[in-house]
């Protein structure tokens, strides 16, 4: 774990599988890297401070060898709430692939929070705490 980096936070979340429609546990992290290789090719590029979520099978994978499942950059993200313990974090294409929004949803709704904290520190990141039913995650 950590691999030359931060965690802010972490915990198993789940992440709907679009495809299936179905929300998937897996243990994810939100980290700050000191530096990273973004790009393929000529489009490489090396950035400081890289702000990433990256999704494992499980804890035990994260803490052993195992690579990521799904590296995703945060650096200007739009985070909203949604509704009970789900929110979304909507990437753009600067450091990733493409542009895509990411549904997620913890166990609890203190663990929710957390995550919304954790993504308020990373840079150009917004947050909107208010959920589709005009209540506000903010303690």
Request: proline share 1%; glycine share 10%; hydrophobic share 35%.
């Amino acid at each position: 774990r950590g691999r030359g980096g931060s965690v802010l936070v972490e915990g198993c979340v789940a992440k709907l599988q679009k495809k299936k429609k179905e929300f998937v546990d897996k243990y994810i992290t939100l980290s700050v890297k000191s530096s990273e290789e973004v790009g393929d090719g000529e489009d490489r590029q090396g950035v400081d401070f890289c702000y990433l979520i990256e999704v494992y099978q499980s804890k035990e994978g994260c803490e052993g060898d195992a690579q990521p499942d799904e590296r995703v950059h945060v650096t200007g993200a739009a985070v909203k709430f949604v509704q009970g313990t789900v929110f979304t974090v909507k990437t753009t294409a600067d450091l990733n692939k493409k542009a895509l929004t990411h549904f997620l949803s913890t166990n609890t709704v203190d663990e929710a929070r957390s995550w919304l904290e954790a993504l308020e520190m990373v840079p150009d990141c917004t947050v909107d705490w208010v959920g589709n039913e005009g209540v506000s995650l903010q303690a």
